[in-house]
């Protein structure tokens, strides 16, 4: 599975971002797709995740303000980012997952800055 994210930038403090992650290669029906992310000297950490079949989790600090969303033709996830803050500030990492596989995939990283 590849993943091939796109759509980060430099905004500034309450400002919106689109991110879009497309999967290719061999994508079973059957999957989770995501976004985390990692700030420096920070753990890689959730933000928003969708199943196949259409159940969403969010983390604390992007619920109200983040959405997720994916477009299974596509094999694309989109996370729509709004109000944005300093704090979110990171490289936003696409993830995709299923229980076909014993491992999980990464994107390659997209940087987000949040600053005036």
């Known amino acids: 599975v590849q993943l091939q994210a796109s759509g980060g930038g430099l905004v500034q403090p309450g400002g919106s971002l689109r991110l879009s992650c497309a999967a290719s290669?061999?994508?079973?029906?059957?999957?989770?797709m995501g976004w985390y992310r990692q700030a420096p000297g920070e753990q890689r950490e959730l933000v928003a995740a969708?199943?196949?079949?259409?159940?969403?989790n969010y983390a604390d600090s992007a619920k109200g303000r983040f959405t997720i969303s994916r477009d299974i033709a596509k094999n694309t996830v989109y996370l729509q980012m709004n109000s944005l803050k300093p704090e979110d500030t990171a490289v936003y990492y696409c993830?995709?997952?299923?229980?076909?596989?014993?491992?999980?995939?990464w994107g390659q990283g997209t940087q987000v800055t949040v600053s005036s």
């Open positions: 993830h995709y997952s299923s229980i076909y596989y014993s491992r999980d995939f």
């Open positions: 290669g061999s994508i079973f029906s059957i999957n989770s």
């Open positions: 969708i199943t196949s079949g259409g159940r969403r």
